[in-house]
């Protein structure tokens, strides 16, 4: 029992008492202020004994969450929802996602719980991630609730967040023990913020940003991280403004190189690594230097001399620091994730149900379980030479078995690329016809109790095959890294062909960097058909009592144009258009009809894509305000026969639709 109790015992477990719950001896030990002293390592806001301290330096790590190379994992991610109220153009995929029911996502209990086993063995800082987490309704209980643990030896507790609604929960939630606030925005423009989230906020975020800022300047203790994904071609020029955003600011700025996740249109073209980062700034500011990391630090921090923030790269593509990782995941389904980039994944969730027949744990079945009560029984019970509790006991031999299979370091940006994983947004949700295993289905091998998906490019026998066996998926020859099989053949269809897909048939925005500027044009056309006569018999005579139709349309085709990159995803913005010209003609009725409008709309730009999406666009701008204005007398019209008419420019060259040679 000398080994188990060495394994499961963390050292802040001593302080517990028996047959309470967590909650009570907070509140008890809390209550005896000369019993605590200020540690300098903690917030002000958080007290440990001294003797628990002692006893934490003297005792070793938990051996479930130190994996074979000997990296002890302390820091433990929890996504606590898979929502979230932006549509990042790097974290959604285009398609949109499914949401899972929400009998499939952790409860609140289930998350404290979960917390409370993990601090048990040792974990001291937790991060509440998402999706995005202030869209949780209990988002601010759930804290408070995590928060009472740093008593129990949490250190630290973190928020990751896109800041939109920030700044409307954050004094309760400093109050409830946050520590710290990575918040992620991409770019100081308010335009390109609408762009490259396809949602408004830009002003919500910076109003969570200066509130952090000023609760700092009372006390508060907020570490404030702003996270940048750097995409080439898309925000690369803004790296010095962000920079500069801490030359009279405690703000410290990490820019994170694109990285590929399913769906989000990832390519090599896009990626702007944390070399040319570097080059950028070091030619404003030539005296740019680098400042001493921290052991388990993710990114590599300089500072410009004299001012007050800081600069991070976080280089997962280019230089990894698998080296150093302590962190684990767990997403809002209940999964287990030791590697950000790794495809294998455990339920905890499972388990946590089985003795409630697999249905969520509400509060009511937590306190029935006794949930928080067999944590710190596990804990005490194992320093005692006890047997622990079965439910604790089969819950961190599932870790600890997750934990042992980590490799050393992720994949390789070539491997990357094309590996499957769960879209950035969905991190914390299962991936689309991954194979799950029931409990009652399998053999009994030592481990076939545990509801695993692993590796989901396999099929569902070779895992179970695999997984039975307890070999590892990856070729003996390289345990090292995360490896994935080809995907079975698809239709061959080159970018060539269609430039908006991606080798592994996901859409993106074409790279146009490297195209020739030219002089580019493109006249596309519609008609309006009007179902009775009234429209003709007005617009013969002239205004309607809105006023010209003629005149508007025009004017609305000339500003659709200009908008197009906001209506169709893949526009490429600010092409610099240099002429737009509308024409809007009224055609008499013939024997079939009641008469239509005709609109022909052309483009004009220098540059280096075409513009045949504005103006077909402003076609249909000027359509729908012809709609818009004749209305009221025929409700019954039918814009169609929108067509492109003609292009020029480009490496296709000239084309030209047959009914334009007339």
Same mark, same amino acid.
């Not at 230089?319 to 495809?343: P, Q």
């Not at 483009?603 to 075409?610: I, K, L, Q, Y």
């Given at each position: 029992?000398?080994?188990?109790?060495?394994?499961?015992?963390?050292?802040?477990?001593? *302080?517990?008492?028996?047959?309470?719950?967590?909650?009570?001896?907070?509140?008890?030990?809390?209550?005896?202020?000369? *019993?605590?002293?200020?540690?300098?390592?903690?917030?002000?806001?958080?007290?440990?004994? @001294?003797?628990?301290?002692?006893?934490?330096?003297?005792?070793?790590?938990?051996?479930?969450?130190?994996?074979?190379?000997?990296?002890?994992?302390?820091?433990?991610?929890?996504?606590?929802?898979?929502? #979230?109220?932006?549509? #990042?153009?790097? #974290?959604?995929?285009?398609?949109?996602?499914?949401?899972?029911?929400?009998?499939?996502? =952790?409860?609140?209990?289930?998350?404290?719980?979960?917390?409370?086993?993990?601090?048990?063995? !040792?974990?001291?800082?937790?991060?509440?991630?998402? !999706?995005?987490?202030?869209?949780?309704?209990?988002?601010?209980? +759930?804290?408070?609730?995590?928060?009472?643990?740093?008593?129990? !030896?949490?250190?630290?507790?973190?928020?990751?967040?896109?800041?939109?609604?920030?700044?409307?929960?954050?004094?309760?939630?400093?109050?409830?023990?946050? /520590?710290?606030?990575?918040?992620?925005?991409?770019?100081?423009?308010?335009?390109?913020?609408?762009?490259?989230?396809?949602?408004?906020?830009?002003?919500?975020?910076?109003?969570?940003?200066?509130?952090?800022?000023?609760?700092?300047?009372?006390?508060?203790?907020?570490?404030?991280?702003?996270?940048?994904?750097?995409?080439?071609?898309?925000?690369?020029?803004?790296?010095?403004?962000?920079?500069? +955003?801490?030359?009279?600011?405690?703000?410290?700025?990490?820019?994170?190189?694109?990285?590929?996740?399913?769906?989000?249109?990832?390519? &090599?073209?896009?990626?702007?690594?944390?070399?040319?980062?570097?080059?950028?700034?070091?030619?404003?500011?030539?005296?740019?230097?680098?400042?001493?990391?921290?052991?388990?630090?993710?990114?590599?921090?300089?500072?410009?001399?004299?001012?007050?923030?800081?600069?991070?790269?976080?280089?997962?593509?280019?230089?990894?620091?698998?080296?150093?990782?302590?962190?684990?995941?767990?997403?809002?389904?209940?999964?287990?994730?030791?590697? =950000?980039?790794?495809?294998?994944?455990?339920? +905890?969730?499972?388990?946590?149900?089985?003795?409630?027949?697999?249905?969520?744990?509400?509060?009511?079945?937590?306190?029935?379980?006794?949930?928080?009560?067999?944590?710190?029984?596990?804990?005490?019970?194992?320093?005692?030479?006890?047997?622990?509790?079965?439910?604790?006991?089969?819950?961190?031999?599932?870790?600890?078995?997750?934990?042992?299979?980590?490799?050393?370091?992720?994949? $390789?940006?070539?491997?990357?690329?094309?590996?499957?994983?769960?879209?950035?947004?969905?991190?914390?949700?299962?991936?689309?016809?991954?194979?799950?295993?029931?409990?009652?289905?399998?053999? %009994?091998?030592?481990?076939?109790?545990?509801?695993?998906?692993?590796? %989901?490019?396999?099929?569902?026998?070779?895992?179970?095959?695999?997984?039975?066996? $307890?070999?590892?998926? *990856?070729?003996?020859?390289?345990?090292?890294?995360?490896?994935?099989?080809?995907? @079975?053949?698809?239709?061959?269809?080159?970018?060539?062909?269609?430039?908006?897909?991606?080798?592994?048939?996901?859409?993106?925005? /074409?790279?146009?960097?490297?195209?020739?500027?030219?002089?580019?044009?493109?006249?596309?056309?519609?008609?309006?058909?009007?179902?009775?006569?009234? @429209?003709?018999?007005?617009?013969?005579?002239? &205004?309607?009592?809105?006023?010209?139709?003629? %005149?508007?349309?025009?004017?609305?085709?000339?500003?659709?144009?200009?908008?197009?990159?906001?209506?169709?995803? =893949?526009?490429?913005?600010?092409?610099?258009?240099?002429?737009?010209?509308?024409?809007?003609?009224?055609?008499?009725?013939?024997?079939?009809?009641?008469?239509?409008?005709?609109?022909?709309?052309?483009?004009?730009?220098?540059?280096?894509? !075409?513009?045949?999406?504005?103006?077909?666009?402003?076609?249909?701008?000027?359509?729908? /305000?012809?709609?818009?204005?004749?209305?009221?007398?025929?409700?019954?019209?039918?814009?169609?026969?929108?067509?492109?008419?003609?292009?020029?420019?480009?490496?296709? $060259?000239?084309?030209?639709?047959?009914?334009?040679?007339?």
């Amino acid at each position: 029992m000398a080994g188990l109790c060495k394994r499961i015992l963390c050292p802040r477990a001593l *302080a517990w008492g028996p047959n309470k719950a967590i909650q009570t001896r907070l509140q008890s030990t809390a209550a005896r202020p000369s *019993a605590t002293v200020p540690s300098p390592e903690l917030p002000s806001h958080s007290k440990v004994s @001294p003797r628990l301290s002692t006893l934490k330096s003297a005792k070793p790590f938990s051996e479930f969450l130190t994996d074979t190379f000997n990296r002890q994992h302390d820091y433990l991610r929890i996504s606590v929802t898979e929502r #979230c109220n932006l549509r #990042c153009l790097y #974290c959604m995929p285009e398609e949109g996602i499914d949401l899972s029911p929400s009998a499939k996502l =952790l409860t609140s209990p289930e998350i404290l719980y979960l917390s409370s086993l993990f601090v048990s063995q !040792g974990v001291t800082k937790i991060r509440l991630t998402g !999706g995005e987490p202030t869209v949780r309704k209990d988002i601010v209980p +759930l804290m408070q609730d995590i928060g009472k643990l740093r008593q129990n !030896g949490l250190r630290e507790l973190c928020l990751t967040t896109n800041g939109i609604s920030l700044h409307r929960k954050l004094d309760p939630m400093v109050e409830a023990g946050l /520590t710290g606030v990575n918040l992620s925005l991409d770019t100081l423009d308010p335009f390109q913020f609408q762009i490259m989230t396809r949602r408004k906020g830009f002003d919500a975020v910076m109003k969570s940003i200066d509130r952090i800022l000023e609760l700092n300047k009372v006390g508060a203790g907020i570490k404030l991280k702003i996270n940048c994904v750097v995409m080439r071609g898309m925000n690369d020029r803004e790296i010095l403004p962000f920079v500069e +955003l801490g030359r009279e600011k405690p703000i410290e700025v990490r820019f994170i190189e694109y990285m590929p996740f399913d769906g989000n249109k990832w390519n &090599q073209g896009k990626m702007f690594p944390y070399q040319e980062m570097l080059a950028v700034i070091r030619e404003k500011y030539p005296t740019f230097e680098k400042v001493a990391d921290h052991k388990n630090d993710t990114s590599k921090t300089y500072r410009v001399p004299g001012f007050e923030g800081r600069v991070g790269f976080i280089t997962s593509m280019t230089h990894n620091f698998c080296g150093t990782c302590n962190r684990l995941r767990i997403t809002s389904d209940g999964n287990l994730k030791v590697c =950000l980039f790794g495809n294998a994944e455990v339920s +905890l969730r499972d388990i946590i149900r089985k003795e409630n027949a697999g249905n969520p744990i509400d509060l009511d079945a937590m306190n029935d379980l006794q949930l928080l009560e067999t944590v710190q029984s596990a804990s005490r019970l194992s320093d005692e030479g006890a047997l622990v509790n079965e439910r604790e006991r089969e819950i961190l031999d599932i870790i600890g078995m997750a934990v042992k299979r980590k490799k050393a370091k992720h994949a $390789g940006m070539d491997q990357l690329k094309d590996m499957k994983n769960r879209p950035m947004i969905l991190i914390d949700n299962k991936p689309k016809q991954r194979p799950t295993y029931s409990l009652t289905t399998r053999a %009994s091998p030592p481990w076939s109790n545990i509801p695993v998906y692993m590796l %989901s490019h396999l099929p569902p026998t070779s895992q179970a095959r695999l997984y039975h066996s $307890g070999r590892s998926t *990856a070729d003996p020859k390289d345990q090292n890294q995360n490896t994935s099989r080809p995907s @079975p053949s698809l239709p061959t269809t080159s970018d060539a062909d269609l430039p908006h897909l991606t080798p592994s048939k996901t859409v993106h925005m /074409t790279q146009i960097t490297e195209k020739p500027e030219t002089k580019r044009l493109a006249t596309a056309a519609c008609t309006v058909s009007f179902s009775n006569k009234r @429209p003709y018999s007005i617009l013969r005579k002239g &205004q309607t009592h809105k006023g010209d139709v003629f %005149s508007v349309a025009r004017i609305a085709g000339i500003m659709a144009a200009k908008r197009t990159p906001d209506i169709v995803p =893949l526009c490429h913005p600010g092409i610099g258009i240099t002429g737009v010209e509308v024409s809007v003609e009224l055609n008499e009725p013939k024997n079939i009809d009641f008469g239509s409008m005709k609109i022909v709309a052309t483009v004009s730009c220098f540059g280096r894509t !075409g513009v045949e999406m504005e103006a077909m666009t402003a076609t249909m701008g000027a359509a729908l /305000t012809v709609y818009d204005m004749l209305k009221a007398v025929d409700k019954g019209m039918v814009i169609d026969a929108v067509r492109l008419l003609e292009k020029q420019g480009g490496k296709s $060259g000239h084309w030209i639709r047959e009914e334009r040679v007339e």
